[in-house]
Structures are given as structure tokens and as C-alpha cells.
RNA sequence: GGGUCCGUAGCUCAGUUGGUUAGAGCACCGGACUUUUAAUCCGGGUGUCCUGGGUUCGAGUCCCAGCGGACCCA
């Protein structure tokens, strides 16, 4: 570093800028190389990182790095002149130039550019990682993600593909007749989901905000003001542990389409998620960490009882009381909690033995009403509740629902929630007495849909951790 | 929150049963070289061994605590 330092320095008493105001270049590195036939003899402008300088006394090479890729530089002292060949021998690993010259293929084969001219745009002053195995600790990949970007072409790949995936989302639901939206993240009271949220505090209105944990009753009050078909994508907050499959904040898709219903939202996410797949991974059989996934709809469909009872062998489905689905889990052999509702044993049987399990795409539908306070009855078991959840490796991926339009049952819905809340669950849903007010002016029956774009990244990028898939994952403070 | 593992040069990594002056490759510095592909050849080691205690004649190595990270579990 301090020898960069004293070029940098050389550079200025010499007059020159080692951060050139600008630069124009023709083209990007893969260009050239696609289109050599053409281009073989033309003068090209290119500009990146250089990445790499073999040098053979008055005959150098360079392996320029742009947003495409990699072009060879080459570069001869008797066509750059002495003092500008000098020059460039002066660059350092990582710096940022401009090269001006004709296209041509060395002896060996390799399509480069002969280089006339070039000048310094940015001096790098820090040393790159190790040019050939990159930057491998995890730990710096995450907080310095930039030189992870440099030196790791696999992980540019997966962001690229992270775009490509969130742009393929909007293509397909704009086709389909619905418009983007951007609801508030300041929420004064948090709603849309079981979970805790991030405070914080609005200084001119003197008020606590909380970080949304979902964008779904926003969006839910724009189907009462009579949009048909909104979805969002965007940043979500939970304020819950960090692992491989947790961020606190991550992206969701949340799309509601008025006249839909739990059937019709099931289709969607599965042509969605088909469609995105197709384009970014070009088919629908896809390879998660070794093990092979079929995404192409249908998918499987099951519900949550007759799954518990296919993986445990606890029969849930005649059960009227919670003290009879406890008696049912402890006749099976598993320890249940005096206490537990009937809802909770289903959650409790659910989560642990049936989702492992799931590892092929499987829509699992009929929640209990307990832990679904946003979505409709079931009409012929209002126990349950015309609601799904996708599950892909064994992870749920996608949450919807016929949403809940009554706001009569809806109040009644928070009120149970309020009880739980109050005897110490705090991620029961709160009252929300302006939602309420929006049911009350009518809204019309609709299908809801939440989709977790990380771990859909994770899943189409074979990526093992969501830290993998997410640009600048939270970190500890490190002094 | 619990468990296991990791932290040595800018980067990638060695470092033996505790042993005297802590190493290699890349990067970097000086030199040679007009067709290289991680170029090659000659010369040069640039360090808070994560931090703080402890054990010991002696600690990168053993013990304790802390910090940071990874994975598994809750």
C-alpha cells in the first residue's frame, strides 16, 4: 500500500490524474470476443479492473476485467511509445483503466487488444485478494462484498441472477394484468404476519414506528379502494435470530388479485415459480445442493392434517377439543405440553415431523383458524381455513389464502388474537382498528400470495446460505 | 440461548510431542525478458500469530475469559 501511495503521489507531481474524470468505452470484453469477426482489425475503447500483468520486457500482457468478463490486453513498447509503455508498467493489480486500440489474436490464439492508447482512471491503493483462489473467507466475503464481486465470478453470477429473478417476477405478474405498488414500511401498528418487529421513533410526529413485517394489509386496503390485481416487492422486517435461512430484513412478493381465491393463487405461485425457473435456470428440474428438485406444476397437494397423519400416524381430523388433539399426539408417543391448543399441537406435529419431509414442491392447505388471523374459513370446516403454503426442501417458501373480507369476524379474528398476545405470545397479531375500518367500506373477495425471494434465490442459485443470495448480509460490528 | 469448529503476512494457507531468529505461494519492491495465459528466471519477508489473563525455564501451540465468524440444535 505505501508503494501505491507513492505512485499516486509520483503521478500528481507528474501532473496527471490518477482519477480521470471520464472515459468512454465502445465496448465490453464479451463483445469483442463474440463478434471478433467483425471487429478483428477495428479500433475498440474498453475500460475495468486490471486484473492480471505478465510482462515480458518491451511485450506485455493484460487481462482486463469489465462487467462481461475478461479481455487480454496487449501491449508492445514500440507501439505505445516508450514513455507511455513505462507507464503501464507502472499500473498496479486492481487499478482501473481505459485502453484504446485495435482488435487482434495473439500467436497462441487469444483475442485481445493491441494497445495504443490508455490512461489511469481510478488508482487502487489497496491490494487485491489472492489472484487465483479469490477471497474464500466467508466473513470478509459478506462485509467487504465489493472484493468478493472482483474476485469471485460465481458470486457476480448469483446477483446477476438474483436481478433476473425479481425482473422475471414482475414480467410475469405485469403480463398478467397486475401493477407494482410501494406500500409504507414505517407501519404504526404492525401487522401481516406472526412476528417481532424493529421500533423505531419519528421525531417530528413524536410517535413509535415499527419496521413492517409485511406489506399485506396495505395492499389489502388498495383492493377496497378498487385496484384488482397489485403486488410488491420489497424489503421486510423481522426482528428474529440470524441463520442460513433467516436475515432480518428480507424481500417478499406479496401479490393480491380481487375475485382470486386460495385455488387460483395456488396455480399462480406455481406457474410463477415454474416460469422463473424456466428463464433463469432454462427448465423446470432444478439441482439444490446435490439433490434433484421438479418444480413443474402441479405440484402436490395435501393438507395439513392428512399430512401430519401420513408422517406421524396422529389422526387429527375427528378431533373437537385441545384436550383430545393432546391425547391424540401423546397416544402416538410425542410429548405435548398441558396447555397446548389444538391449533398448537397441529404447529408443533407440523413443523417438526411433516416439513423435513417435504422436499419435492407440496402445496399443504386447511391451517387452522388459530394461526391464520388474515384468512377465510373453509366453507363446508370453519376449523380450517382456505389457506397454503408451499413447501420446497423442506422449507416454506410461499404463504396465501383466500383473504378474509368479513370485518365482523375479521375484529373477532384480532380480538382472539389480543387474548394470546395478552397471556404472553408476542407475536400474536395486533388490533388494527383502521384495516377494520377499510373492510367496513367492503373488499371484494380476493386471492393473496407472499413469496420469499431469498430463499427462492437460494433454491435457483444453489446457494447454501441466504447470506449467499443477499448482497450485504447483517453482520456484528466489528471495530 | 446451547453445542462443535475456526481466527497466523494484503490474500490463500503450512506451522510436528510446548523449544530458541514464525514459514510457503500469490501480491508487493529491485533486476532480466517482444507472443504470455495463475508467464518465467534472479534477489528481497513486509507479522498486534484476534484480544486479555493464566500455566511454564520457555506459548502461535496448553488452560480460562472475551471479541469476531462458520455450522448444527432450540
Not at 289 to 311: C, F, K, S
Request: net charge negative; aromatic share 8%.
Amino acid at each position: 500500500m505505501r508503494f501505491r501511495r507513492e505512485k499516486l503521489q509520483a503521478l500528481r507531481a507528474a501532473g496527471s490524474d490518477p482519477f480521470m474524470a471520464s472515459f468512454k468505452p465502445t465496448h465490453h470484453a464479451d463483445e469483442i470476443k463474440e463478434n471478433f469477426a467483425s471487429l478483428e482489425g477495428h479500433p475498440v475503447a474498453v475500460a475495468g479492473r486490471l486484473m492480471l500483468l505478465r510482462s515480458q520486457g518491451k511485450l506485455s500482457f493484460g487481462d482486463l476485467q469489465d462487467a462481461s468478463g475478461r479481455i487480454q490486453l496487449f501491449v508492445r513498447q514500440d507501439v505505445l511509445g516508450e514513455e507511455a509503455y513505462k507507464a503501464f508498467r507502472e499500473l498496479d493489480l486492481g487499478d482501473i483503466i481505459g485502453v484504446s486500440g485495435q482488435v487482434m489474436k495473439t500467436r497462441r490464439g487469444e483475442i485481445s487488444v493491441q494497445v495504443e492508447n490508455f490512461v489511469l482512471l481510478a488508482k487502487a491503493l489497496r491490494p487485491l485478494p489472492e489472484k487465483w483462489h479469490g477471497l474464500r473467507d466467508v466473513e470478509q466475503r459478506y462485509r467487504y462484498r465489493y472484493l468478493d464481486l472482483i474476485t469471485n465470478p460465481e458470486s457476480r453470477h448469483v446477483f446477476v441472477t438474483r436481478s433476473r429473478i425479481i425482473q422475471e417476477i414482475r414480467n410475469f405478474l405485469v403480463e398478467r394484468g397486475y401493477i407494482e405498488v410501494e406500500t409504507p414500511m414505517l407501519h404504526p401498528i404492525p401487522g401481516g404476519a406472526a412476528a417481532r418487529p424493529f421500533v423505531t421513533h419519528h421525531n417530528a410526529l413524536d410517535m413509535d414506528l415499527y419496521l413492517r413485517i409485511a406489506p399485506e394489509l396495505y395492499l389489502k386496503r388498495l383492493l377496497v379502494g378498487g385496484f384488482e390485481r397489485v403486488f410488491e416487492i420489497g424489503k421486510t422486517f423481522r426482528n428474529e435470530g440470524v441463520s442460513t435461512r433467516h436475515n432480518p430484513e428480507f424481500t417478499l412478493l406479496e401479490a393480491y388479485e380481487a375475485y382470486g381465491d386460495c385455488e387460483s393463487m395456488m396455480q399462480t405461485t406455481e406457474q410463477l415459480i415454474a416460469h422463473v425457473a424456466q428463464a433463469v435456470t432454462g427448465g423446470t428440474q432444478i439441482v439444490y445442493q446435490g439433490r434433484a428438485i421438479d418444480l413443474t406444476p402441479p405440484w402436490r397437494r395435501i393438507t395439513m392434517l392428512d399430512a401430519i397423519l401420513e408422517y406421524t400416524g396422529v389422526d387429527l381430523r375427528g378431533v373437537e377439543s385441545d384436550e383430545e388433539a393432546r391425547e391424540a399426539a401423546r397416544k402416538a408417543g410425542f410429548k405435548i405440553e398441558d396447555g397446548l391448543s389444538y391449533g398448537d399441537v397441529i404447529s408443533h406435529l407440523f413443523e417438526e415431523y411433516v416439513e423435513p419431509h417435504l422436499i419435492q414442491p407440496t402445496f399443504v392447505v386447511q391451517h387452522p383458524v388459530e394461526i391464520s388471523p388474515l384468512a377465510k374459513q373453509n366453507p363446508k370446516d370453519p376449523r380450517f381455513t382456505d389457506r397454503f403454503e408451499p413447501f420446497i426442501n423442506g422449507w416454506e417458501v410461499a404463504n396465501g389464502f383466500s383473504e378474509l373480507n368479513d370485518p365482523i369476524e375479521q375484529r373477532r379474528r384480532f380480538e382472539a388474537q389480543m387474548v394470546q398476545r395478552a397471556a404472553g405470545d408476542d407475536e400474536a397479531h395486533r388490533m388494527d382498528e383502521d384495516y377494520i375500518r377499510a373492510l367496513e367500506y367492503g373488499m371484494p373477495p380476493a386471492g393473496g400470495l407472499g413469496i420469499g425471494i431469498d430463499r427462492l434465490t437460494m433454491l435457483l442459485t444453489d446457494s447454501a446460505s441466504i447470506r449467499d443470495v443477499i448482497l450485504f448480509p447483517h453482520m456484528r460490528r466489528r471495530l
